[in-house]
């Protein structure tokens, strides 16, 4: 994973995303890992990064999608290997805000955070996990969704469409329950 830093003058809200526009060949939906003083975070793989390599400029359109709305006291992120980056910027943003925040990491580290499960109670529990993971989480827990494509990342194509919900518009956080019941779509 590469840590990108870009000057970006509108600060997204916790639980929107980019997209990498690939010189026209395609978008590419970025999770923010971060904002702050006029500059956004991103976590590349190594993939996109090669993508990105002795370019002079990139654009990315954004801040897009449904924010995450914090308010709330307590906090619980869920995240699987390096997808903890996805709701790094949503569970920073709450750290800030004086909300309490834990964090399960399965096959992943964190110091910047407590760590937390889901047998405690919090008002808000948040997870960026494999699509096989689902079934595992509360119904009432909202997942990033980075399995579904996404295309035009304004809802008008209709590509990442689950059930009645646009991800690129509606998420990229769904709520576990409207994904479980959808499964045949998922399925895809």
Partial sequence: MY???VLFPIKPKP???VSLIDSGKREIPLSISDYYNGILFLHLSEKIYDTLKGKERILL???IGRPVDLSVSSVLGIAYQDLFFDILYILREAKRNGIKVKVKCIECETNEFQIGNETEKF???IASVPQNFINSLPKDAYVYV???KM???LGVCGVCEIGSKLVCIDGPLIKVSDLVDQRQ????
């Fill in 151 to 153: 295309n035009c990342m």
């Fill in 146 to 148: 980075r399995w579904i």
């Fill in 15 to 17: 639980g929107q995303f």
């Fill in 61 to 63: 359109k954004g801040p």
């Fill in 185 to 188: 779509s998922l399925g895809k």
């Fill in 123 to 125: 008002d808000l529990i």
């Fill in 3 to 5: 840590e990108v830093a």
